[in-house]
């Protein structure tokens, strides 16, 4: 495959954290105890994708594949606010199909205007400002902040066009497009010149035009992988409509209704819906036609099945502009270019108490607890301060942890540790 196309990308993206909270208090000449005024942290720069119509390709995703967001800046003294993370933006081009890696469901299309928030930036933790209560009036301990989201992401690229131009190689599918729009693709006598889909703007009339792609040759077994399969198979799903070039002229010795075959086939066995697609046979390459027999029999075939005829030459631009008016009448009635439906449901972010905590005993007698809850709460709290400890305490309580140890069968005297902290249990 040419190193200059590349329609799928995996990348892994993350949010900034937030910032941590504050712990400060008011300092000032002649106010005695002025109390806690720590101010809350920053939140975390978000990940935004944005559509950008410069880009073709999926090629920036090549050689970078982590995308890291700014974190959000601690909270200071004077109940000053951290600073927010800056947004990283990344610009993807129109078409691209954000999926889950893990689960391969569509998180989102980016085929529209909006920009799209992929992860959001963690919030900030809330300075000891917050944390003041009429029993509590010195709190020695703020939150810190939260992390910011991740995602493992497959970009996919699916190219946005009305009309796909399928066939095998060399039947004048490139020719075509150049003919009838202002792409210029490479053209020569060989197979596969094309080796990336190539996009056009046809215009037909005052307000009337469509996007036509040239899609690179298909072969035989192409629905299974061979040669250059769903790389390309791909592109023709957003298509409205697909004109089915096929050589008439014998040059190669192929049999035009054994190709027609052929290719319907490699649809049906990619995707029934794509196979049921509204169709145009387009017979190319009359003007050098060895046996007019091959025509007359397409012809046969194909209207026999109920699709849409034309005989033509793309070279020559014999049947060319019929065509395009022909196109530009069907797409009239059909529904627009497709847009995905996202499938991924985002899992809620757990930050309270209600996260099961990982409770297990070692063969010495010690509680082993261990949660991310559980961790982040432990990296708020200042145990040199018995009030930050009071709190701490409480949380414990309050989450259920005492009476789950206690059904457990936890006794007086007990080790319980948490991390690299430890205690006496007492009832």
């Excluded at 982040?376 to 309580?397: H, P, Q, T, V, W």
């Amino acid at each position: 495959m040419a190193a200059s196309f590349i329609d799928k990308a995996r990348i892994s993206v993350r949010a900034g954290n937030g910032g941590n909270g504050a712990v400060a208090f008011h300092r000032e000449k002649y106010v005695a105890a002025g109390g806690p005024d720590g101010g809350d942290g920053g939140r975390g720069g978000s990940i935004v994708l944005v559509v950008d119509d410069n880009m073709s390709t999926l090629m920036d995703f090549r050689y970078k594949r982590k995308y890291v967001a700014s974190n959000g800046m601690d909270g200071q003294g004077g109940r000053r606010h951290g600073k927010d993370g800056e947004d990283l933006v990344i610009k993807v081009p129109r078409g691209t199909l954000v999926r889950d890696a893990e689960t391969n469901e569509i998180i989102q299309d980016m085929s529209g205007q909006e920009p799209y928030v992929l992860c959001r930036g963690g919030r900030g933790g809330w300075g000891n400002m917050h944390f003041a209560t009429p029993t509590r009036q010195v709190p020695r301990f703020a939150k810190g902040g939260l992390p910011g989201e991740s995602h493992d992401v497959v970009l996919e690229l699916k190219l946005l066009a009305d009309v796909g131009l399928i066939g095998f190689p060399n039947v004048g599918k490139s020719t075509l497009l150049s003919v009838v729009s202002k792409a210029q693709p490479k053209i020569a006598n060989y197979h596969f010149t094309t080796l990336f889909p190539n996009l056009g703007v046809v215009w037909v009339d005052e307000g009337v035009s469509f996007v036509m792609a040239d899609i690179p040759g298909i072969i035989e077994g192409a629905s299974e992988g061979a040669g250059l399969g769903h790389d390309f198979l791909r592109h023709i799903d957003r298509c409205r409509l697909l004109v089915h070039v096929v050589d008439v002229s014998g040059c190669e010795g192929r049999d035009p209704v054994a190709d027609f075959e052929a290719i319907n086939e490699e649809l049906k066995h990619y995707s029934a819906d794509l196979a049921a697609r509204p169709q145009i046979v387009a017979a190319n390459k009359v003007d050098i036609m060895a046996d007019p027999e091959n025509l007359e029999r397409l012809r046969a075939h194909v209207e026999a099945q109920g699709y849409t005829f034309f005989a033509m030459s793309a070279a020559a631009h014999q049947g060319t502009r019929e065509l395009v008016q022909k196109i530009a009448q069907q797409l009239a009635t059909l529904p627009p270019v497709t847009v995905y439906e996202p499938e991924y449901v985002p899992k809620p972010y757990v930050v309270d108490d209600s996260a099961p905590l990982d409770i297990q005993r070692a063969e010495d007698g010690t509680w082993l607890v261990e949660g991310p809850w559980l961790q982040r709460l432990m990296g708020n709290i200042n145990f040199a301060d018995y009030e930050s400890r009071m709190y701490f305490d409480k949380c414990l309580r309050d989450s259920g942890l005492f009476q789950t140890l206690e059904e457990m069968g936890i006794e007086d005297g007990d080790i319980v540790s948490m991390y690299d902290f430890e205690f006496e249990y007492q009832r």
